[in-house]
T-cell receptor
């Protein structure tokens, strides 16, 4: 099992550009999450999904959209990137609410 | 408003000694607590957890203590090893929502020196 993988690992964008971050898991997990980690802020929840075809807002959803068309994939989109979105993005998945979250290796995004 | 707080950004300990990492929370709805460990350029990995019906959980060198009345938990690592050097995140969730929605602390960087 590859576990949770994230694509790409690094990306530099200019303000106003768009991009999509891909998270994939091969553990047949129901729930998937997107977090961002900023210095001194810990991990903050952006969006999450409790199953294929569902999405919900987390703590800091503004400027992001997500989709879960397939159970194994959770996409995070930035329609018009801003410097405030410079961060490290982590995806996580979980079998059910009694399980522990498995994290991907992260995507480091810089918006100039 | 920071619902989960780790007031010590860093901690230095000598190999073989005890490391104690602390975490405070404010939301009384939290009833499931976890510690994650993170190495540079990697995602967090689960270390140990505790539910609110317990006050202690042990796993090898790692023990988590929960004091519900003080809304405080701590992670003890005994004995500390250089490979334990990492950032440790405390996280909390209300488990009765039917899904897990973690709130993370800001992390404590642990350095274990030989």
């Amino acid at each position: 099992n590859a576990g949770v993988t994230q694509t790409p690992k690094f990306r530099v964008l200019k303000t106003g550009q768009s991009m999509t971050l891909l998270c994939a898991q091969d553990m047949n997990h129901e729930y998937m999450y997107w977090y961002r980690q900023d210095p001194g802020m810990g991990l903050r929840l952006i969006h999450y999904s409790v199953g294929e075809g569902t999405t919900a807002k987390g703590e800091v959803p503004d400027g992001y959209n997500v989709s879960r068309l397939k159970k194994q994939n959770f996409l995070l989109g930035l329609e018009s990137a801003a410097p405030s979105q410079t961060s490290v993005y982590f995806c996580a998945s979980i079998k059910d609410h009694t399980d522990t979250q498995y994290f991907g290796p992260g995507t480091r995004l810089t918006v100039l | 408003d920071q619902q989960v707080k780790q007031n010590s950004p860093s901690l230095s300990v000598q190999e073989g000694r005890i490391s104690i990492l602390n975490c405070d929370y404010t939301n009384s709805m939290f009833d499931y607590f976890l510690w994650y460990k993170k190495y540079p350029a990697e995602g967090p990995t689960f270390l140990i957890s505790i539910s609110s019906i317990k006050d202690k959980n042990e796993d090898g060198r790692f023990t988590v203590f929960l004091n519900k009345s003080a809304k405080h938990l701590s992670l003890h690592i005994v004995p500390s090893q250089p490979g334990d050097s990492a950032v440790y995140f405390c996280a909390a969730s209300p488990i009765n929502t039917g899904f897990q929605k973690l709130v993370f602390g800001t992390g404590t960087r642990l350095l274990v020196s030989p």
